[in-house]
């Protein structure tokens, strides 16, 4: 069978991008399906301390181990400068090329056999992920689902309805939008921000990740985009 394929953007970096692709596998396993995980680019990598890391968490929420082999799986282009993949790559005088990232994606699917196979882009929408490439380009590569993944602080709801846009404009609408809430005690009332996404979002379900610490969200996303 060939797998469903769920890329993960965001409207911007550090918004809960691993956290909403780590809630989708976890609901998708609590369906009974089986689950594969893909961040093909990851910067800003310690390896000597990668638990904590973007594919560390992944690893961890498919309940696999910690280990180079399955690292090497998910996560081949690692780079240690937090700063943008292509920028990180040419300071280790590395070659990033979005090709073969969107092969790399194309071969672990085809040769998956889970149920669902989750994609995690980097940054936002439209940070660069490779030479010549942004994250989006990477969706257009492998059009598959999508969902977008927004944030709550003080400005997100032009963030995300933003990369909405671009998403509907590029032909490449999300199956749903993943509002997460923000840790910061000063931000704007979650659910008015999350309404006023909903109010402007048109027919695209928007789902709120509070932090209550449930995945409920999660399972109603999976729903949204698949049926
Ligand atoms: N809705 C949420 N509930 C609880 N924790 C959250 C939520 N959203 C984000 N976080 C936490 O905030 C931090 C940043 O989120 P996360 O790492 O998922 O962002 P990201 O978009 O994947 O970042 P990057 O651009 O580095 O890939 C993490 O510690 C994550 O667990
Ligand atoms: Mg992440």
């Given at each position: 069978m060939t797998a469903r394929v769920l890329f993960v953007a965001g409207a911007h970096t550090e918004i809960g991008k691993t956290h909403a692709?780590?809630?989708?596998?976890?609901a998708a396993q609590d369906e009974g399906w089986r689950v594969e995980a893909l961040k093909p680019v990851v910067s800003g990598f310690d390896a000597d301390d990668w638990d904590d890391s973007d594919?560390?968490?992944?690893?961890?929420?498919?309940?696999?181990?910690?280990?180079?082999?399955?690292?090497?799986?998910?996560?081949?282009?690692?780079?240690?400068?937090?700063?943008?993949?292509?920028?990180?790559?040419?300071?280790?005088?590395?070659?990033?090329?979005?090709?073969?990232v969107i092969q790399f994606c194309r071969d672990r699917i085809a040769d998956s056999e889970a149920d669902l196979?989750?994609?995690?882009?980097?940054?936002?929408?439209m940070s660069p992920i490779a030479d010549g490439g942004t994250s989006l380009d990477l969706l257009e590569g492998l059009a598959c689902w999508s969902v977008l993944v927004g944030?709550?602080?003080l400005g997100a709801v032009s963030h995300t309805l933003t990369a909405l846009e671009v998403m509907v404009a590029r032909g490449e609408p999300p199956g749903a939008v993943i509002v997460s809430q923000s840790?910061?005690?000063?931000?704007?009332d979650f659910m008015s921000t999350v309404a006023l996404v909903a109010e402007h979002a048109g027919a695209v379900p928007v789902i709120p990740a509070s932090r209550d610490g449930g995945f409920g969200w999660a399972g109603l996303a999976l729903k949204a985009v698949f049926g």
């Open positions: 692709a780590c809630g989708l596998l976890r594919p560390g968490r992944l690893l961890a929420a498919m309940g696999r181990r910690l280990i180079e082999d399955e690292l090497e799986a998910i996560s081949p282009w690692r780079f240690a400068a937090p700063l943008a993949p292509p920028m990180a790559a040419q300071i280790e005088d590395r070659a990033l090329a979005l090709q073969p196979v989750v994609v995690e882009g980097v940054g936002g929408l944030g709550a602080y840790a910061d005690p000063d931000a704007p």
